[in-house]
């Protein structure tokens, strides 16, 4: 599996059930990086998606561990062992590989499937924003490394600079 994520300095990726800010370019790559693949987030990232509703032309797996929720246009996994099964059948049925499979977050998500994922892609702004959730430290993890990062570049309806990073398992 493959994580995308944007993040402040500190690792922050979140405030109040919200995204810490909206980079227009960083939205639009997002969206060429998971068009037409899996990608696998939990039901309080959905809330913050348009009318709360999985994203069209990828296929969505929601977690959550609420066993009433049926959510139309999604596949909706109860269970950690749950998603790792529906992973394998995804894989072997429409013969899909494990880059295909891209953990979207949030916090607790990101957290779970982290030892599942070789490769994240991590949108760095240069700000710290108020935040009350985060993603893993991947500097202090010994056994991922960076391997690649963009210039710097500047959004302006935000006043903040970003840039791409690639991360990778050692
Ligand atoms: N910066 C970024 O790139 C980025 C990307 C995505 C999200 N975010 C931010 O992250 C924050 C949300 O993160 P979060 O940690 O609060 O929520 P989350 O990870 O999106 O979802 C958590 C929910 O997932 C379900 N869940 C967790 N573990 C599970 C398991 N083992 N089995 C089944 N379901 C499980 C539970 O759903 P139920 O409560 O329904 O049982 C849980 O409440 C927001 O601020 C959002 O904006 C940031």
Redesign the pocket.
Known sequence: MIA????DPNWG????????VRISKDLIRFKDLTLNKVII?????MQ?YPKGRPLPNRTNIV????RE?IIEGAIV????AELLDKVEQLKQEANLESEDFIV??????YE?LLPHCNKCYVTRIDQVLPAD?FFPNLDQREDWELIEQSQWYHDLTNDLNYSFLTYRRK
């Not at 995308?4 to 993040?7: D, E, L, M, R, Y």
């Open positions: 995308i994520v944007n993040t990726i979140g405030k109040s059930n919200e995204l810490q987030y939990g039901s309080k990232t913050t977690l959550t561990r609420n929720l996994c109860y269970s950690l979207v977050g949030g916090a607790m998500i779970m959730s």
